[in-house]
T-cell receptor, first 114, second 111 residues
């Protein structure tokens, strides 16, 4: 089944404790991205990747890192999480960023930073 | 930066009625997509309309695009309680094919 998976689905952590949210897709998609969703603000893009080893900042990259060492995986790293990073996070992928293709979204990771 | 803005923010209707939501944007676009999100879940793609198209249909969904007014509408006909969700438009513009999402319209369909 074609899908985007994220882990963990729920995470409660404390300020400053490094964490990684994994994202994996099984559709051989070139393009992957991370969004955060906050009430009243909609979806905001954090980082995106056009292909392996090609990443770039989205609208709200501060406090986040990403890597794309393999085509299927695109982990989101919070080196020193802070309470303002409490949010619902989504990973998404699409066949290619060149031309127009629908994005497939993961189920989301609800992160709480205390 | 957010390009598309959905209107209304919230819509409450009875089952069987039609639901119309709108999306306005500021700059010229390559295409516009509509997505649906059930509470707390990932977004699901509904329909894509390119800048040179004016109308598309998919089942009970009808999307129109008016590039002169920089707006799009999503019509759900004969709504069902299962249509209760948030609906987002996403636009791609300029040389970037990276979609930008609006804040969404929350639709509640009462059985």
């Amino acid at each position: 089944e074609a899908q985007v998976t994220q882990n963990p689905r729920y995470l409660i952590t404390v300020t400053g404790k490094k964490l990684t949210v994994t994202c994996s897709q099984n559709m051989n998609h070139e393009y992957m991205s991370w969004y955060r969703q906050d009430p009243g603000l909609g979806l905001r893009q954090i980082y995106y990747s056009m292909n392996v080893e090609v990443t770039d900042k989205g609208d709200v990259p501060e406090g986040y890192k990403v890597s794309r060492k393999e085509k299927r995986n695109f982990p989101l790293i919070l080196e020193s999480p802070s309470p303002n990073q409490t949010s619902l996070y989504f990973c998404a992928s699409s066949f290619s960023p060149l031309g127009t293709y629908e994005q497939y979204f993961g189920p989301g990771t609800r992160l709480t930073v205390t | 930066s957010q390009q598309g803005e959905e209107d209304p923010q919230a819509l409450s209707i009875q089952e069987g009625e039609n639901a119309t939501m709108n999306c306005s944007y500021k700059t010229s676009i390559n295409n516009l997509q509509w997505y649906r999100q059930n509470s707390g879940r990932g977004l699901v793609h509904l329909i894509l309309i390119r800048s040179n198209e004016r109308e598309k249909h998919s089942g009970r969904l009808r999307v129109t695009l008016d590039t002169s007014k920089k707006s799009s509408s999503l019509l759900i006909t004969a709504s069902r309680a299962a249509d209760t969700a948030s609906y987002f438009c996403a636009t791609e513009s300029g040389g970037s094919y990276i979609p930008t999402f609006g804040r969404g319209t929350s639709l509640i369909v009462h059985p």
